[in-house]
């Protein structure tokens, strides 16, 4: 068995070997580019690493490539696992199609058109496989996940929080959510599974216990300063990989987690309002009891959710978005008003962002990532 296995391998790393440029070109899927990409990275691997992959029958070694891209799982060598290099793949097959592309006018325009195609798809997101890479790296390292034990040792009392649970936790909770933002990246199945994937994340973290952590209740400044320390190691280990992996917006996971942090020190306040001695009683002054743009929003709440997206918003097209949804998709609408009057009044609130020009439709401005953005911060508002 294991000799036919190895005479089948090498019959296909021979037929890898003859393939041409035309042959290759010929061979992708138009209409599913995602798996074009996987099948030429696993015929990479093959031809690269063919003497240092673990023996196995050829079928397993396409199953281990599956594994890859749906579940993250690395590829086994012999005796070690194969470090994944999409980055330098990608450059590679853009240097090979561009090439293809510009050469003398001898190829169909079937092949050049299946060649554009795809080229198209790689350099949609060039960054896409460079961070794939960098994540695969970061996760491979324990530095990556330092302890919070000597801050919160520091700053708060033993007798009131498990310090070891706590950074046991912790520590979990971004190895979970790095290896969930590996798997959006590796496959756009998994992307459409973000939302479930994000509603996992307490499996690993007691977000309502450390929220309210009911041993506080008499012990309001112990609680601040918890809650401080908690907010400020989570703020700091977000945006430790905002600069690695080069962030123009934050990805869902992620921006769950520092809504989260946000939100700690305001209950705290809000707590704090509640119980301060006065011969009245302490109205809390949140946005829904404060004046907001009526000619814009539907209510206090449509209004809340808005500036709660604007805090993680830099870009035009987000910004399109956040208007378009609100304004177009929702029923009823969160913003009543249209493209104009809606840029008019945005333009006076001191945003880094200028609306000089309509704002992009709904179907440009939209991706998965603004959809699952948007959805949590307004299941947020919804509990507040």
């Not at 929003?297 to 500036?307: G, H, Q, R, T, V």
């Amino acid at each position: 068995m294991e000799k036919d296995s190895s005479a089948q391998n090498n019959e296909y790393f021979k037929e890898l070997k003859r393939r041409t440029i035309q042959q290759k070109i010929d061979l992708i899927e138009s209409d599913d580019l995602e798996h074009t990409f996987r099948g030429r990275y696993g015929n990479e691997i093959f031809l690269h690493f063919f003497d240092r992959l673990k023996p196995q029958p050829l079928h397993s070694f396409h199953q281990q490539i599956k594994d890859l891209f749906e579940n993250a799982n690395t590829i086994k060598g012999r005796g070690y696992d194969l470090q994944p290099d999409f980055f330098d793949f990608y450059k590679s097959e853009r240097a090979e199609l561009e090439t293809f592309i510009n050469g003398e006018n001898n190829n169909s325009n079937e092949s050049r058109t299946k060649a554009i195609k795809y080229l198209q798809y790689l350099n949609e997101d060039g960054y896409r496989w460079w961070r794939i890479d960098a994540l695969f790296e970061l996760m491979g390292s324990t530095s990556s996940y330092p302890s919070i034990a000597p801050l919160a040792n520091a700053k708060l009392k033993k007798e009131f929080i498990n310090i070891k649970k706590l950074d046991t936790q912790q520590s979990e909770l971004f190895r979970i959510i790095d290896h969930t933002h590996l798997l959006t990246l590796l496959s756009a199945e998994n992307r459409k599974k973000r939302a479930t994937y994000i509603g996992r994340f307490p499996t690993w973290f007691d977000f309502d216990y450390y929220k309210d952590p009911f041993i506080f209740a008499e012990f309001p400044k112990d609680k601040n300063t918890f809650h401080k320390v908690l907010k400020s190691w989570i703020m700091d280990q977000v945006e430790t990989r905002k600069k690695i992996f080069e962030w123009d917006e934050i990805p869902p996971e992620y921006q769950y987690l520092l809504d989260y942090a946000n939100n700690l020190l305001q209950q705290t306040a809000a707590e704090k309002i509640q119980k301060t001695d006065s011969p009245k009683p302490v109205k809390i002054m949140t946005i829904s009891s404060l004046e907001y743009p009526r000619h814009i929003f539907a209510d206090a709440k449509a209004y809340e959710l808005f500036s709660l997206l604007m805090r993680h918003v830099k870009s035009l097209n987000a910004t399109s978005f956040v208007f378009r949804t609100m304004a177009e998709k929702e029923n009823p609408q969160l913003i009543v008003v249209n493209d104009t009057p809606f840029r008019t009044w945005f333009n006076t609130q001191g945003y880094p962002i200028k609306l000089e020009n309509h704002t992009k439709t709904y179907e440009n401005a939209k991706n998965e990532d603004r959809i699952v953005a948007y959805n949590i911060a307004k299941e947020l508002i919804t509990k507040l």
